[in-house]
């Protein structure tokens, strides 16, 4: 059986162009604005949506991520409320495919089994658990797939040939690319390398590869749209959520509408990254 994510990224392989895979924290700053947030990605022009668990000990994320999780666990973010965002987003939108992005503290601690019929009766799509390698596939990954979800797994720059296909052996979905070592929004991507990064991987696998970690902007995402097959923004749509919040977390702004341009912007770059040479 064929997941939304598999639809989504076969028509967009039709329609010759990379997905936009937008990450946003879960709850953050509250549970409704996040909500407001997510229902926005969309009609912003967000092909897949990753839904950040917050965690209060993120080893791979930056200091812009691990304060959007700080907010949402102060704002009473748990992962039931995580789920039931998702929930709230199905019911007006069933198509977009959603996967849960996070660690494997909360979810142990709720519960394999529990977790995975709970995620996926509330739409949930696939997971990425970072903290999660091959050689511990039984405790999750193999039951997630049983479960009929997608489990997508990160290759980095040090993932060499011989350790690609231990990675990859269980992933589907898409496979996502981390295109810098170290943590999230740190650099920037080397576009030429992202390149030569991607065509490696494919001759390893048929499955999609989406590049992420340190894309901010619509030319950095129009010049790796070039080669990949989804561009993943996270840091930069977290950057724009904390933009409109004061010192003690106030709102001076719409953080939905902030994240909406930005993305809007971003969607724009990926739709003309097949059209013309990055300069």
Same mark, same amino acid.
């Given at each position: 059986?064929?997941?939304?994510? =598999?639809?989504?990224?076969?028509?967009?392989?039709?329609?010759?162009?990379?997905?936009l +895979?937008?990450?946003?924290? #879960?709850?953050?700053?509250?549970?409704?604005?996040?909500?407001? !947030?997510?229902?926005?990605?969309?009609q912003?022009?967000?092909? !897949?949506?990753?839904? #950040?668990?917050?965690?209060? =000990?993120?080893?791979?994320d930056?200091? $812009?991520i691990?304060?959007?999780?700080?907010r949402?666990l102060?704002?009473?973010q748990?992962l039931?409320?995580t %789920?039931e965002?998702?929930? $709230?987003?199905?019911?007006q939108?069933d198509?977009? &495919?959603?996967?849960?992005?996070?660690?494997?503290?909360?979810?142990?601690?709720?519960? +394999?089994?529990?977790?995975l019929? =709970? $995620?996926?009766?509330?739409?949930?799509?696939? @997971?990425?658990? *970072?903290?999660?390698?091959?050689e511990?596939?039984?405790? %999750?990954?193999?039951?997630?797939?049983?479960?009929? %979800?997608?489990?997508?797994?990160?290759? /980095?720059? /040090?993932?060499?040939?011989?350790?690609?296909?231990? *990675?990859?052996?269980?992933?589907?979905?898409? +496979?996502?690319?981390v295109?810098?070592t #170290?943590?999230?929004?740190?650099?920037?991507? =080397?576009?030429?390398? +992202?390149?030569?990064?991607?065509?490696r991987?494919?001759?390893h696998t048929d499955?999609?590869?989406?590049?992420?970690f340190?894309v901010?902007t619509?030319?950095?995402?129009?010049?790796?749209?070039?080669?990949?097959?989804?561009?993943?923004v996270?840091?930069?749509?977290?950057?724009?959520v $904390?933009?409109? @919040?004061?010192?003690k977390?106030?709102? /001076?702004?719409d953080?939905?509408?902030?994240v909406?341009?930005?993305v809007s912007?971003?969607?724009?770059? *990926?739709?003309?990254?097949?059209?013309? &040479?990055?300069?």
């Amino acid at each position: 059986m064929t997941s939304r994510i =598999d639809r989504r990224m076969a028509k967009l392989k039709n329609e010759g162009r990379p997905a936009l +895979v937008t990450y946003f924290m #879960g709850g953050d700053p509250d549970y409704e604005t996040s909500l407001s !947030v997510m229902k926005r990605l969309p009609q912003a022009g967000a092909d !897949v949506i990753e839904l #950040g668990m917050p965690f209060s =000990d993120p080893m791979a994320d930056g200091p $812009a991520i691990q304060a959007a999780g700080l907010r949402a666990l102060r704002g009473g973010q748990t992962l039931a409320k995580t %789920l039931e965002m998702a929930r $709230a987003f199905r019911a007006q939108d069933d198509e977009t &495919p959603i996967v849960m992005m996070g660690y494997y503290n909360p979810i142990y601690i709720y519960g +394999v089994d529990r977790f995975l019929s =709970d $995620a996926k009766q509330a739409g949930i799509d696939g @997971l990425i658990i *970072v903290d999660l390698p091959p050689e511990m596939d039984a405790e %999750l990954c193999v039951p997630a797939l049983e479960a009929g %979800l997608n489990f997508i797994r990160l290759a /980095t720059p /040090t993932t060499d040939d011989r350790r690609l296909p231990r *990675v990859l052996e269980n992933t589907s979905g898409f +496979v996502y690319y981390v295109s810098m070592t #170290g943590i999230t929004g740190s650099a920037l991507p =080397d576009t030429s390398k +992202v390149a030569a990064a991607v065509e490696r991987i494919k001759t390893h696998t048929d499955l999609p590869v989406c590049v992420g970690f340190g894309v901010k902007t619509a030319e950095q995402a129009r010049a790796i749209g070039q080669s990949a097959d989804g561009v993943v923004v996270g840091t930069a749509i977290v950057n724009a959520v $904390a933009s409109v @919040l004061g010192p003690k977390g106030e709102q /001076t702004a719409d953080p939905a509408e902030a994240v909406a341009t930005l993305v809007s912007g971003l969607a724009q770059g *990926v739709r003309a990254a097949r059209l013309a &040479p990055a300069e």
